[in-house]
């Protein structure tokens, strides 16, 4: 049942002040020698090997930049090379004592980060998974160019894997991790923990904390890492992301095992830079980023600066505070003290910082400081440190080598094979349940309220005589979506939904009404106002295997989650190089009556985006199978539902919207009304002014209209579109999108294309006007009515005896129009 917390006023209007615990800054003060207890002398050299093998990647990286060539063999690099040189002990700190059950997200700069994690994991798993995980990916393909002529042990060849791998996806060599798709901005290796890095500033920071969502939500498994940088934390999806993780409703409202926070580091790299801004002193305010804590939760999210020029400092840190998120305490927010000697990237000159200060921190560079600790300790010899890093040149040299030879490690050849990344962008794939587990519930679908209300309503919107049933007793549309949410709910256990007013409130169109009884708190939730975080943690949950229904309310309220939609969502499975699926079904309404800012038809927004499925139903039988269709793929879909058609009944579907599971295949439009001598292709709630023109038509001009509900945008089969012109020879396409822009002109433009000999005249589209959305009082002169349609119809493509047009849809009028941009 729902929780009510009761918010008491003679309690929180009580004078009083917050007061603040102490934030460490670089605490950790052991030497070398005092750590020697809690390190071999393997495990020391481990550190220092790490280290000194990202460095060595990395200067290879940035002399191929610069001068063309390392070590005498030359290569040219065009495509970018963001390097963190300086910042080794930083990244080998933050994953020495992770395992693969832990998994890290970063930056643009995250090859240090790559390659850290995948040496940890190397280091900790046996033989016989390393040549299973190696074996498994692409079946051998990766591994095949470091295989031959191998002589030496299991994990030297998993460390060749790994450099390699991670160098063929950076020259873009479909060898690579992820085919060359994710190439040196977006590379990751998941076998290892190692989760996508982002290009986009910040990107990581909602999107991690879904996957620490995921963990919690599904008891997996270890934690999560955010490695961000210090510049990100001026972007909204970091600010968005930390105020998810530190909801109150982990602690206060999740129950049992449930309870307690997320198992989440946000590790900010603080290199000090954003590109040539200085965030201490000029772009930011914070001083210390680790007083960014204080500001979310009481907790202070456990907020601690840390050395990250000592790799040890790093470690000691991350065994302390795994010891909070295995107390359920978390999120934890680590500000790793770092810095990087090369400019943001190799054709920066770094002139926004002087020679000194690079020079300054060159002099104590954290690999040459920590040998120069190992041999004083006595634990290493400046021979060993030595071989190590001629052992390292000799290492990096090899995969040069391979992963430049064009017959070992060939590019994607896209002459043969054109469509091969086209075929990459969805996965296309039917899957019940993520997971095969019993569902959390709170009682039988059967027993539940609304299931019960449902069952008793008419399920086809006439009775026999044709009289409507009142709306009452009539099956809706919102009931249609829900019976197919509920549905999934209770067959996949990874199901969960989100957004504003999600769960005591049933949604605020009332969908999700009867779900709060049925669900325990961890699978429908309400969540901060934060459309960024709701997408954004929505891909990180499903890309680790989760499904998820994110639901934006209006859809307006896309542009404030621009990223996570168009930039995120759609390009992972493809940049992946299909290891990931993203199974995510935004939910998204389109208004009327709430003015300029809540009641936008953007469809054309989320159909220009490749890698988005784009749907939007206009009856309850569509409502249903199309809602069941994106809840049983694994491919990202954009579910368009209209605010003015919720209470609508079916009225098309003989029998009415059957009570049993059904699909309805997207990309398919469908007949709505029959008729020979004109089409009208109508996009959502527009189907029923298109009904209402067809009739018209019919009554007042005698002329026979076809209409046909688009249903699915992308994709969209424009076969029976192209029938029904060879029958009619004339189309109008409408909506209640603005004309310009829209999706509607593609599909005139395509319809042209391919149907153009079967065409008496071009298509015509009616959309809204190029205005603000008015006031409801207003919206008949904005949306466009059945009157329109016909006036277009009159004017454009056949005149009609008689009619005198209330609407100027003449040639003249459109070129005035567009000549004044409304």
């Known amino acids: 049942m729902p929780k009510n917390q009761f918010i008491n006023p003679d309690e929180v209007r009580k004078p009083k002040q917050i007061e603040f615990s102490p934030i460490p800054i670089n605490q950790y003060n052991k030497s070398i020698e005092e750590e020697r207890e809690n390190f071999s002398k393997e495990e020391m050299l481990h550190i220092f090997n790490d280290m000194v093998v990202i460095r060595e990647f990395e200067t290879m990286l940035n002399l191929i930049k610069t001068r063309g060539e390392y070590n005498g063999i030359p290569y040219n690099h065009p495509g970018p090379a963001h390097l963190s040189i300086g910042q080794e002990a930083a990244a080998v700190g933050m994953a020495y004592t992770l395992d693969v059950d832990d998994f890290i997200f970063g930056s643009h700069r995250s090859h240090g980060e790559i390659l850290a994690k995948g040496l940890s994991a190397i280091a900790k798993l046996d033989d016989k998974a390393l040549e299973s995980i190696m074996e498994k990916h692409f079946d051998g393909v990766t591994l095949a160019p470091v295989k031959a002529g191998h002589t030496g042990t299991t994990k030297e060849l998993a460390i060749k894997f790994l450099l390699y791998g991670t160098l063929a996806e950076i020259f873009a060599r479909k060898t690579g991790f992820n085919k060359g798709l994710g190439g040196s901005m977006h590379a990751f290796f998941t076998p290892f923990g190692v989760y996508p890095n982002n290009a986009i500033v910040g990107g990581s920071g909602d999107i991690s ?113 795994r010891k909070i998120l295995e107390e359920k305490r978390g999120p934890v927010l680590l500000d790793v003290l770092t810095y990087r000697y090369s400019g943001h990237s190799p054709s920066d000159a770094s002139s926004y910082r002087s020679k000194e200060e690079v020079e300054a921190w060159e002099s104590q560079d954290s690999i040459v400081w920590f040998g120069n600790e190992l ?63 019993e569902p959390e519930v709170n009682h039988p679908l059967e027993k539940n309220p609304r299931v019960k209300q449902i069952a008793n309503k008419e399920r086809f919107m006439f009775d026999k005589n044709g009289k409507p049933f009142s709306k009452i007793k009539t099956y809706a549309l919102r009931d249609g979506i829900f019976e197919a949410i509920a549905d999934r709910f209770y ?17 605020a169109f009332a969908v999700y009404r009867g779900l709060t009884e049925a669900l325990p708190y961890h699978r429908l939730f309400n969540s901060p106002i934060s459309e960024g975080a709701i997408v954004g943690t929505a891909i990180g949950y499903a890309m680790c295997g989760g499904r998820v229904i994110p639901e934006i309310m209006y859809c307006d309220f896309l542009g404030r989650a621009g990223d996570e939609v168009f930039n995120q969502l759609p390009k992972w499975q493809a940049m992946s190089g299909n290891v990931l699926k993203m199974p995510v079904v935004i939910r998204v309404s389109v208004g009327s009556k709430y003015g300029a800012q809540h009641s936008q038809d953007w469809t054309a927004l989320a159909a220009h985006i490749p890698g988005l499925k784009v749907v939007f ?91 046909i509900d688009a249903r699915s945008l992308v994709p969209f089969n424009y076969d029976m579109v192209i029938e029904s ?98």
């Open 209 to 321: 904390v879904g996957a620490a969502l995921y963990k919690k939500v599904n008891r997996k498994k270890g934690i999560v890492v955010a490695n961000i940088g210090d510049a990100s934390m001026a972007c909204g999806p970091v600010w968005e992301g930390l105020t998810f993780a530190t909801m109150d409703q982990f602690t206060e409202l999740w129950e049992d095992d449930m309870k307690g926070g997320l198992p989440l580091i946000i590790n900010i790299m603080n290199n000090q830079y954003g590109m040539g801004g200085q965030t201490c002193g000029e772009t930011m305010g914070y001083e210390v980023a680790a007083r960014i804590g204080a500001g979310l939760n009481k907790d202070q999210m456990h907020a601690e600066r840390v050395d990250g020029y000592n790799p040890l400092a790093v470690i000691d840190a991350y065994r302390r505070k």
């Open 375 to 437: 041999e004083k300790a006595g634990i290493a010899t400046k021979d060993e440190l030595e071989k190590i890093k001629a052992n390292t040149t000799t290492l990096i040299s090899s995969t040069l080598k391979l992963a430049i030879d064009d017959e070992v490690s060939p590019h994607m050849d896209m002459k043969k094979y054109p469509d091969l990344i086209g075929e990459m962008m969805f996965s296309n794939q039917s899957v019940e349940k993520m997971e095969d587990r």
């Open 491 to 507: 067959k996949d256990p990874t199901l969960i939904a989100y957004g504003e007013e999600n769960r005591d409130w049933g949604g």
């Open 617 to 707: 139903p206009a009856t309850p039988y569509d409502a249903k199978g199309l809602m069941n269709a994106a809840l049983q793929g694994t491919d990202p879909v954009v579910f368009f539902e209209s605010q003015r058609i919720y209470d609508i009944g079916e009225m098309f579907h003989e029998g009415g919207v059957p009570e049993g599971y059904y699909e309805i295949q997207m990309g398919e439009p469908d007949i709505k009304k029959e008729g020979n001598e004109i089409t009208i292709l109508s996009i959502g709630a527009t189907l029923y002014r298109a009904l209402d023109a067809a009739k018209i038509l019919e009554e007042k001009h005698n002329i026979s209209a076809e209409v």
């Open 725 to 822: 012109i060879k029958k009619t020879g004339r189309i109008v396409i409408t909506g209640d999108a603005s004309a310009r822009g829209s999706f509607m002109r593609d599909l005139a433009s395509n319809i042209t294309e391919l149907a153009f000999d079967y065409l008496d005249a071009p298509p015509v589209v009616v959309g809204s006007r190029n205005w603000i959305t008015p006031a409801h009082e207003l919206e008949d002169y904005f949306f466009p009515q059945p009157e329109w349609i016909v006036d277009a119809i009159h004017e454009r493509i056949l005149p009609l005896p008689g009619h005198n047009p209330e609407n100027d849809f003449t040639e003249e009028e459109q070129l005035n129009r567009n000549a004044k941009g409304i």
